[in-house]
């Protein structure tokens, strides 16, 4: 089972790190949508590619808001060019709950 995050951004180059490390430890590889960050976030996202770390950066600044045409952009993005099983969208300052791994609550 392949599980992929998808993450979008927007000037948190205060917790990026953190939060993708996080979610990493749980999932198979992540995206991330940067929506036209101005500090250090996109450049502290490729460092972690230049790592090894299996994640894809997209850069995209979107002018008009359309929720629903970016997620299922990200979804079928995640579904078809990685292969995953389950896509998990979380926020860029949001941190799950690893009392419980996500593997563990999908399989359930």
Known sequence: ???VGVVRTLNEDDIIEAVIR?????MDSVIVLDDGSNDRTVVIVRAMIDEGLPIELIERRCVIF???NRNTFLFDRARDLHGADWVVFFDADEFVDTRLTL???VQN
């Open 1 to 3: 089972m392949k599980i």
């Open 22 to 26: 996080h979610h990493l430890a749980q």
């Open 66 to 68: 359309d929720e629903g």
């Open 103 to 105: 593997r563990a609550a």
